[in-house]
């Protein structure tokens, strides 16, 4: 069984300010979907996933959930029950692979790195993500310094962060921030700074040989970082 995180779902109050917000981040126009019967929504193309803003009666924007999609699954979304009460979903992809064929010139040069979950039961996680969902543990690390238990599933070039952390332990399971990477930092803040996104001053990643910058602006105040791989 192969699964991939097909969309990465953000929840916004204001589908409109929301959407300007992002396409200045991502360097690319979103894209009206049409759900039947469902939430009205956006789609950002990224070349390893995608960024789907949902309005929802939220107060402020939130990283919702997830959906996966697996080659047995239906067209349609569905609820994947999960055991972090998680808003998870999960379909045959087909949707997102039709989308990309009909808009071939809507891809962000930002990729997806990582996303990153807090949760309380590490275990749970490599039972649910590992086993039931086949998603490879590609690492289980407690790191102290930075916050307890890592858990790294990689999937579709894209890497689930999971953090199980030692002390200010979270009231439930969340999706907390998403991590952008770009092929050179300095040029890509460039371009942001020229549309009005605040940075940080670039610094030195914890993967060495990585630059990274954290956004300041446009990112729905969701915590996103910029990332520059090690070379080679």
Same mark, same amino acid.
């Given at each position: ?75 349609? =979304?569905? /609820?994947?029950?999960?055991? +972090? ?5 999960? !379909? @045959?992809?087909?949707?997102? #692979?039709?989308? %990309? ?66 002390? =200010?332990? /979270?009231?439930?399971?969340? +999706? ?5 990477? !770009? @092929?050179?930092?300095?040029? #890509?803040?460039? %371009? ?41």
């Amino acid at each position: 069984m192969t699964t991939l995180i097909d969309r990465i779902v953000i929840a916004v109050p204001d589908l409109f300010a929301a959407r300007q917000e992002y396409q200045a981040l991502l360097g690319v126009d979103a894209i009206k979907i049409e759900e039947p019967g469902g939430e009205p929504c956006v789609w950002f193309a990224l070349s390893n996933t995608v960024i789907e803003l949902r309005k929802k009666a939220v107060t402020r924007a939130v990283f919702n959930g997830l959906v996966f999609s697996q080659p047995e699954s239906g067209r349609i =979304d569905s /609820p994947l029950t999960n055991p +972090f009460d998680l808003a998870l979903e999960v !379909c @045959d992809g087909r949707r997102t #692979t039709q989308f %990309r064929i009909d808009q071939p010139n809507a891809c962000s040069a930002l990729s997806i790195d990582h996303i990153v979950l807090q949760t309380l039961d590490g275990n749970a996680c490599v039972e649910f993500f590992g086993e039931q969902l086949g998603i490879r543990l590609a690492l289980d690390k407690t790191v102290p310094q930075w916050g307890g238990r890592m858990l790294f599933f990689r999937t579709g070039k894209l890497t689930l962060e999971v953090i199980q952390a030692e002390k =200010d332990k /979270p009231e439930k399971d969340y +999706f907390w921030g998403i991590a952008l990477q !770009c @092929d050179n930092l300095a040029d #890509t803040s460039d %371009r942001l700074v020229q549309d009005g996104v605040a940075l940080s001053d670039s610094r030195q990643g914890r993967k060495a040989g990585t630059r990274v910058a954290t956004v300041k602006s446009h990112a729905l105040g969701i915590p996103t970082l910029l990332i520059e791989p090690a070379a080679g």
